[in-house]
């Protein structure tokens, strides 16, 4: 099997069953690695590979896609929980997080770029329950991430314009904490689009009563202090 890191087909490894803690995904899941650099390269679900770094049937759009079927599950399982936290090491000094998996209630987007999945954003729809009094009190960004070898061709503000277009005329939160990647991001999106700045927000708990600032205004207030 092709490797990508070693860029040559290598002998490969089963080296795990994989637990991917998402609803209706059944049969056995196992992860491959390379035998020769030991960096993962697919998933085998029930005899079938899926390997991100090649191409897939069906996805030829540029597009931000929702995931709705057990492909889409694994993909979201493989960016998430191996390239994301194995290969794209997240920098805690940039206020990157480990993500854990999403919710049964969240919803997932792919991006599909040169028809393989390249990243993800992850919504906890409002109303969403925390706890047995508390819920998401807006619609919230709760995860995004890029494979880096995809980053600086827009696509991270692809997910805002996104964002507002499948959410339109309502107010986004943004978990806590927001990276700085992210909020460069942001940055640029809300000079160029000044309606949506009282409209962007930082939450914790769920965007609860005080627990909620003007994205906006956190923007212009370390301009100001730098």
Request: charged share 30%; hydrophobic share 35%; glycine share 4%.
């Amino acid at each position: 099997m092709f490797c990508a890191r070693c860029e040559k087909f290598q002998t490969t490894l089963i080296t795990q069953d994989v637990d991917i803690k998402l609803n209706n995904i059944n049969g056995k899941i196992q992860r491959i690695d390379c035998k020769l650099c030991k960096n993962f390269i697919a998933i085998i679900n029930d005899n079938k590979v899926v390997n991100i770094d090649e191409k897939f049937n069906g996805c030829t759009e540029n597009s931000w896609r929702k995931v709705i079927n057990v492909q889409d599950k694994i993909i979201y399982y493989i960016l998430s929980q191996i390239i994301y936290r194995e290969l794209d090491t997240p920098c805690h000094d940039k206020f990157e997080s480990i993500y854990d998996h999403a919710d049964d209630n969240d919803e997932i987007f792919l991006k599909w770029f040169d028809s393989k999945p390249v990243g993800f954003y992850t919504i906890k729809p409002k109303g969403t329950e925390i706890d047995r009094i508390n819920e998401y009190s807006m619609t919230t960004l709760d995860t995004a991430y890029i494979r880096s070898q995809y980053r600086n061709k827009g696509l991270g503000s692809e997910i805002l314009y996104d964002i507002i277009k499948r959410y339109p005329n309502e107010d986004i939160g943004f978990s806590i904490p927001i990276s700085y990647g992210m909020l460069r991001i942001l940055n640029k999106f809300l000079i160029e689009h000044k309606e949506y700045r009282r409209s962007f927000w930082e939450i914790q708990d769920g965007g609860n009563e005080g627990s909620v600032k003007l994205i906006w205004f956190i923007l212009r207030n370390q301009l100001h202090n730098s």
